[in-house]
């Protein structure tokens, strides 16, 4: 596999402005092109791409930008829909060897952000550490209730993986997320929670001592704000 992750952020209208803001304040962390991931925006069916911010991303990732097929909308089938259109692509174009191989692939949302900002070394250096242990195809925060694996995680670019989940599941049968209603098989083919990944969950903001506290524990990936406050306070501390 290539030791690159692919790093595929997903939106709808409800929040495209807040993911494509994401996506540029993860583009300007970077010091120069990056090596160790590339990118990947994918929107629902109904949404669209921004030209503005595909060429911003550009200039530090390689960049896939997609608009899913999927008809689903709603919570959560809609966002399930999404989900599930990246691991149909990510499968088909590694298959077709049009993409590179990740080990990875980082399926995130508009309510995430990094702490760090070499962030994308210390998840990937996470996701070999824990697969030197045991082989895994799911890494991410373990939450309740199931307990599961929260959505914002990494996912394995293991082939028999991805035509599994893509080709043979697909979807999920009840209105469940699907990182909840598919716990049961990845925690069998083998998960890993990651202490550096926490899921708050609809936090409506984040303070700076908040944050401040987050750099201090070491945490490198945050999902559940429903604002903009730690792009903010990164951009502040890191002056990007």
């Known amino acids: 596999m290539d030791p690159k992750i692919l790093i595929a952020l ?36 109904d949404s669209s791409l921004d030209t503005a911010t595909i060429n911003h991303v ?14 689903a909308t709603g919570w959560p089938m809609g966002c399930n829909d999404l989900w599930f259109s990246v691991m149909e692509w990510a499968q088909s174009m590694i298959q077709a060897k049009k993409i590179p191989h990740y ?23 996470e996701w070999d550490r824990v697969n030197a242990v045991s082989p895994v195809i799911m890494a991410g925060a373990l939450v309740e209730p199931g307990p599961h694996i929260n959505g914002n995680a990494l996912m394995s670019g293991d082939l028999n993986f ?8 697909g979807g999920v049968a009840t209105r469940v997320g699907w990182d ?3 716990r049961e098989e990845f925690k069998k083919r083998g998960w890993a ?34 604002d903009t406050s730690l ?4 951009r ?3 002056k990007v």
């Open 10 to 45: 997903q939106y709808w209208n409800g929040d495209r402005d807040r993911a494509l803001e994401l996506a540029r304040y993860l583009a300007d962390q970077e010091p120069k092109h990056s090596d160790l991931a590339d990118f990947m925006l994918m929107a629902r069916f």
């Open 103 to 125: 080990k990875a692939i980082f399926t995130c949302e508009a309510d995430g952000a990094p702490i760090p900002r070499d962030w994308i070394a210390q998840l990937s250096a």
């Open 58 to 71: 550009s200039r530090k990732f390689n960049l896939y930008s997609r608009i899913s097929r999927r008809r």
């Open 193 to 226: 929670d990651l202490p550096g990944m926490r899921s708050i969950y609809n936090t409506p903001t984040f303070s700076e001592a908040q944050y401040k506290d987050m750099v201090s524990k070491g945490w490198i990936w945050i999902h559940g704000g429903k």
């Open 236 to 238: 502040d501390r890191y």
């Open 162 to 169: 991805l035509t599994w989940i893509g080709r043979r599941v």
């Open 231 to 234: 792009i903010k306070h990164g």
């Open 180 to 182: 909840y209603g598919l």
